[in-house]
Nanobody, 113 residues
Framework: QVQLVESGGGLVQPGGSLRLSCSASGSIFNFRTTVMAWYRQAPGNQREVVATITGSGTTNYADSVKGRFAISRDNAKNTVYLQMNSLKPEDTAVYYC?????WGQGTQVTVSS
């Protein structure tokens, strides 16, 4: 069974930075070739995709985070990252790591002064 475990969330002031990590594990799971993604869900809102990265490193971002967030992966560590800079209050949400058919438990990010 595949497991995704996120870490790195917390409280940060507007304009600050955080780096989220997602560690993947499982017996039948070729991390190197799997598309990984970060989603987020704010209270009262639907879950939305933030960023995706293919096994070869091609990335895509939601318009709301372009130029501020960066997704990356370390295939040797089965880990995907989300570097978040210039954070805004509207970035406040629970952030989830995702691979096809599997979600992490989520990590809370709160941007507030």
């Amino acid at each position: 069974q595949v497991q995704l475990v996120e870490s790195g969330g917390g409280l940060v002031q507007p304009g600050g930075s955080l780096r989220l990590s997602c560690s993947a594990s499982g017996s039948i799971f070729n991390f190197r070739t799997t598309v990984m993604a970060w989603y987020r869900q704010a209270p009262g809102n639907q879950r939305e995709v933030v960023a995706t990265i293919t096994g070869s490193g091609t990335t895509n971002y939601a318009d709301s985070v372009k130029g501020r967030f960066a997704i990356s992966r370390d295939n040797a560590k089965n880990t995907v990252y989300l570097q978040m800079n210039s954070l805004k209050p509207e970035d406040t949400a629970v952030y989830y790591c995702y691979r096809p058919n599997t979600w992490g438990q989520g990590t809370q990010v709160t941007v507030s002064s």
